[in-house]
């Protein structure tokens, strides 16, 4: 497609179960972000990568989460033993290149955990 | 500790009428500043940028302005229309553009 895909578009889930949310970003944009935002709040900066460099996970908030990009292109971000403050608007987005921070997102992927 | 701030999380105003949003920032390394648009359920749209060595880029009805002694940047609508109505957020990016900094965003009701 055309723009940044991302799945599913909703999750539900229970406390204490993994999860894995999907990006598939525009072809050819090398530079991956996640971002989450949670409800009423502006986005958090998560994780970032960029070609075949080492991500940057500074925004993680725990070692539950994790992401992992493959053949750099889709990227999975995988939360562990989910807790009911991770329920939040998952958003993914990409961009050609860095520099002036122009991203491109994702409608990303409501998480719920019950 | 927000480096971006939106302080206004709604904004209401009569179409045609001129809609101005604001945003203000801490980091002084910031280099770019952009400003998405959010409808329900989709993601960020990107709708104008700045940088920081200019002071105002126009875009058609929507015109960014750049007080960097301030700190402080501002998003000008004008004539507002209904289908503004949306979400705005104001981020910022260094110079190496890992990631946006993103403020709270402000929710624009333009009323017919």
């Known amino acids: 497609g055309a723009g940044v895909s991302q799945s599913p578009s909703n999750k539900v889930t229970e406390k204490g179960k993994d999860v894995e949310l999907r990006c598939d970003p525009i072809?050819?944009?090398?530079?991956l972000y996640w971002y989450r935002q949670s409800l009423g709040q502006g986005l958090e900066f998560l994780i970032y990568?960029?070609?075949?460099?080492?991500?940057?996970k500074s925004g993680l908030p725990s070692d539950r989460f994790s992401a992992e990009r493959t053949g750099g292109s889709v990227s999975t971000l995988t939360i562990q033993r989910t807790q009911q403050e991770d329920s939040a608007v998952y958003l993914c987005?990409?961009?050609?290149?860095?520099?002036?921070?122009?991203?491109?997102f994702g409608a990303g992927t409501r998480l719920s955990v019950l | 500790d927000q480096q971006v701030k939106q302080n206004s999380p709604s904004l209401s105003v009569q179409e045609g009428r001129i809609s101005i949003l604001n945003c203000d920032y801490t980091?002084?390394?910031?280099?770019?500043f952009l400003w998405y648009k959010k409808y329900p359920a989709e993601g960020p749209t990107f709708l104008i940028s700045?940088?920081?060595?200019?002071d105002k880029n126009e875009d058609g009805r929507f015109t960014v302005f750049l007080n960097k002694s301030a700190k402080h940047l501002s998003l000008h609508i004008v004539p507002s229309q209904p289908g503004d109505s949306a979400v705005y957020f104001c981020?910022?990016?260094?110079?190496?553009?890992?990631?946006?900094?993103f403020g709270g965003g402000t929710r624009l009701m333009v009323k017919p």
């Open positions: 980091n002084s390394m910031f280099d770019y």
């Open positions: 981020a910022a990016s260094n110079n190496a553009g890992n990631m946006l900094t």
């Open positions: 072809s050819g944009h090398t530079a």
């Open positions: 990568f960029q070609g075949n460099s080492a991500p940057d």
């Open positions: 987005a990409s961009s050609p290149t860095t520099g002036e921070g122009l991203q491109y």
């Open positions: 700045i940088s920081s060595i200019k």
